[in-house]
């Protein structure tokens, strides 16, 4: 996979309320990081992005006519949902898998990831933001969870993630098991651990509502099967804002 620039945007013009982003969208490396000494098979596994995110995400902004900004490089480069501080920002080692060109990161080539690929995502978001204010959007991250990691299982199919939204959260939840989806509050990641950077930080800079959704992978692996998760995701965000508006 290749990307030209470090964040894709989607229908900025959407009339919907909400603003989706994807910070794993793309397993995509810069030419002259060498695929950072992994093989594409590697890169393609769920270390190296969120599998059927960015199809889900494309889905929800058809459905919804709403705008969506999509991180372009890998999450191995950097993590965009991540603080820029955080330990794990620049993983040395991902689910089993060493990354070799992770292995040493000087302070000068943390700072040019962040510069090249991590801020310009960031600064993308504050300015749809700030351009949408006037209609209050809510944020909505969107990510994708595989259904083993380190040999423990996770049965369920979509998480909804918050820490100060649980009203939406429940209505969220509610309505998509009413979908026959098996839905799981703050997992497999909790929004209380500061596991929904992303949606936080922006959410808190602009006054906005803001949640995460975690879809597991195995819902969305296909093309098709990702654009029906998101229409029907998609319908359900219709009428949790119908009742929020």
Known sequence: MTST??????????????????????????????????????????????IGARAVVASLVRTLDAPAICAGYSRLLVDCNRD????????????????????????????????????????????????????????CSIHSFTPVLQN?????DIGVLFD???????????????????????????????LIFSARSHGERHGLVYIELEINNRLITGTTSALRVGRQVGEVLRAVLCMAR
Not at 101 to 116: A, D, L, T
Not at 152 to 156: I, L
Not at 178 to 189: A, F, G, M, T
């Open 164 to 194: 100060r939204y649980e009203d939406l959260a429940q209505e969220l939840g509610q309505r998509l098991a009413h979908e026959q989806y098996e839905v799981r509050y703050n997992e497999p990641y909790s929004g209380y651990d500061g």
């Open 84 to 139: 820029v501080h955080d330990h794990d920002l620049i993983v040395p080692e991902s689910d089993g898998s060493k990354i070799p060109g992770n292995q040493v990161i000087s302070e000068r080539e943390r700072q040019c990831r962040i510069e090249r690929f991590y801020d310009p995502y960031h600064h993308a978001i504050d300015q749809l933001l700030a351009a949408r204010k006037a209609d209050r959007p809510i944020i």
């Open 5 to 50: 620039a470090p964040h894709e945007i989607l229908n900025p013009k959407g009339t919907c309320p909400l603003v989706f982003t994807c910070e794993h969208a793309s397993w995509a490396i810069p030419q002259e990081y060498r695929n950072l000494g992994l093989s594409e098979t590697e890169l393609c596994r769920h270390i190296g992005w969120d």
């Open 152 to 156: 423990r299982k996770r049965d369920f």
